[in-house]
């Protein structure tokens, strides 16, 4: 299975009162709570982290895209992808990834895609979610009622951008133009470079992925119980369609502590935990549900409990309410997943297994857990817990991975000297 | 209070329903924020000395569509369509909310199509200085106190009638409300001041006091853009959609408009 190591860059100081004294960490959260010289050790500590987690070995770096939020201070995930690209070697990056509908012309994710797919080597996986109400409709100001049609129409035309060979006229419901020919091309090109797609549990996203033969990603923050409901009627789908259940179709997030021992772990990372579960999903439900985002097939779905579990679970409304935010019942409802390496072993095992996902995106940094307890999370990950979980589906193909340029072929980035420690 | 008669028409292939009641001159009716999911006092009001059309906006209740439209243009040519053939080419038009300001497009765009006008607190502007609140991002139990001075006539219009489909109903109160999004989000502001110097209809300029969506000042400029005659009233105790809190104060000053 492939191992991969997220980062949400959350903003580490929200106050002791926040929820007391704010309404929302999305959309209009305070600017005043956001100190710019702060943030710049926020950045640099998170890159670190990032960095850290490729030299560990980890067979990817993930960043994503949020704006107005302050659990997620990457408006451009694709500016920490290009500096990742020359930071680690062999590493895939995960960009998961570019609300397309937010681009304007879309052609904008295909060109900066295709940077970083060049810069890379070859090592990028595009990530192209909808996005959140919070994200798209509230913060972006798109259209709730039109933001699937862009996207879609977005989505075909970027592929088609990678794909063409010469210039060509779009002539799209949403976007106009007469002359798409981008420079520069992805290195991955036989045909474009894997895309992923992380969605909430809707039946369309599911046969979507099934027949543009994408990576469906769920990526929820409640963890390996609440996501089996959801990850159940996506197999059960695939399975509909005809398809085998190659489990690298698969992505599934979940957040994880490892320490010496369960107490250690306990004593190291409920702080962080709760903070994020408390401070950082701290959402105002008025920016929920705009009309329109939620399809009426999920709707109806929803309502005739044919699913009402995956349906309710895509609900951000439905999902404010079954958030727990002390540690007892966020490790009691699988959010997180902590323990002595052995331990999260078997954990990590279950989710796979349980779950049939290939694709387990960690996080390993959350809330405001400092750069030191990060590394170390990451570290006994890397080294105990990796070696032990690696071989699960070792009898499937991962088909949907990075296809980089042989090693021997790639640029050779010169080591970083800060310039500081020079002079020294 | 009887029921109206039901007929259907189509506009770019969907079904719209439209509603009729009572006797004497049409005057037209589209609805605000929610739509028409039933038939209402202020209508039987107007019904009493004229015959009262409602067509039901692409996507309200009775209605679908709203998703073929993409932009203004699309709007403004689908509800042309549903007033002419609801039959109200040229009769007098009622509009409020999101109704409203399609009721001044009409007026603006097509004058020989509208008689007498009148406008009960229509979208259409925006004033950065005086912003006009976010109906599509209230909490769940606030969105009533949005909508109307008093809640309960919120309440009562969308809740479920018995016999009802408990699946389909409230995806139906959904679509309305992306229907109007659909048309005007995220300000609700469609440059209408733009076009508002074409209207040469007299135009009564209607607004609840109470309005918490759209402020009550907005009629000032509604007045001051408008070519044609205007009269702004204001009325006491209503809300945004002034003709569920005060059902008969909002007929009378319409019917007097109009006579």
Redesign the interface.
Known sequence: MKLMWFHLMPYTELPDDFNKKHPSVWVDIHSSLFDPRRAHHMYNDFMDELEYAAEMGFDAVCVNEHHSNGYGLMPSPNLIASSLARRTTDTALCVMGNSLALYNPPTRVAEEFAMIDCISGGRLIAGFPVGSPMDTCYAYGQNPSLLRERYYEAHDLVKKAWTEKDTFAFSGRFNQQRYVNIWPRPIQNDPHPPIWIPGGGSVETWRWCAEMDYVYCYLSYYGYKAGLTTMNGFWNEMAKLGKDRNPYRAGFLQFVGVAESRQQALDLYSEPAEYFYGRCLHVDSRFALPPGYTTEATQRAGIEGMMTKAANLANPATKAALKATNMKDIVDGGYVIIGSPDEVVEQVRHVATSLNVGHLMLLLQYGNMSKDTTKYNTRLFAEKVMPKVKDVFSGWEDKWWPKPMARGQRASVPAFRPQSVAAE | MSEPKTETVEVNGFPCRVWSKGQGPKVGFLAGLGGLPRWLPFLDELARTRTVIAPSLPGYPGATG??VL?THLDWILAVHQLLEKAGLSGADLVGASVGGSFAAEMAAIFPRSVGKLALIAPFGLFDEAEPAADP?????D?VAAAMCADPRNWEQLVAAPEGAN??EW??EM??A??????AF??LGNTKLEKRLPLIGAPTLIVWGEQDRILPPSYAKKFADGIKGATRVQTIAGAGHLAYLDKPEAVAKAILTHIS
Do not use: G, L
Request: hydrophobic share 50%.
């Open positions: 709203h998703s993409d599509w991002a209230q909490r769940r606030a408990s699946i409230p995806i959904v679509r409300a992306e229907a109007a999004a659909r989000w995220p």
